[in-house]
């Protein structure tokens, strides 16, 4: 799956953009420390959440996946099955699922709701986190496994 190419305001074009955690990090992940050292925080991130078995869907957004030279942080979020609980994972991913400790802990904002709290639905919801502070809208990446 190739990502397409920035527009004209350094985003990728509005829509939600499918590729897999490999190909996000070879793209956003490199050409300044600061983006490597982003790009680990969301392979961790990652594995952490994966490590549930309950994500339904895994979405970055913000600065990370756009031409800024340094992220200062990633921005997820995260839809997760209705069965998902969160007093069975363990502290290190839990801090995931608290949003000011995923700030402090990891270095990033992370957002999250079961499939059935999404407000609007679930595609409502992920295509929400598109829109700029500025009302624009810019593209955002779903994380998809790889295929075997």
Do not use: K
């Not at 070879?26 to 790009?39: H, L, P, Y």
């Not at 295509?127 to 009302?135: A, L």
């Amino acid at each position: 799956m190739a990502l397409p190419a920035f527009n004209d305001d350094g985003d990728l074009p509005p829509g939600v953009h499918r590729a897999t955690l490999r190909e996000v990090l070879e793209r956003f992940g490199g050409g300044s420390m600061n983006r490597q050292a982003v790009g680990e925080r969301l392979d961790r991130i990652y594995r952490l959440a994966q490590s549930t078995g309950q994500v339904a869907r895994f979405v970055v957004f913000g600065s990370f996946v756009t031409d800024e030279p340094n992220p200062n942080d990633v921005d997820v979020v995260m839809v997760m099955e209705d069965t998902f609980d969160l007093s069975r994972v363990g502290p290190d991913t839990a801090l995931l699922f608290y949003h000011a400790d995923a700030d402090a802990y990891f270095g990033a904002s992370v957002f999250w709701a079961r499939r059935c709290a999404a407000v609007g639905g679930e595609q409502a919801m992920i295509e929400f986190w598109q829109v700029r502070r500025d009302s624009g809208q810019r593209g955002i990446v779903e994380i998809v496994c790889e295929e075997s």
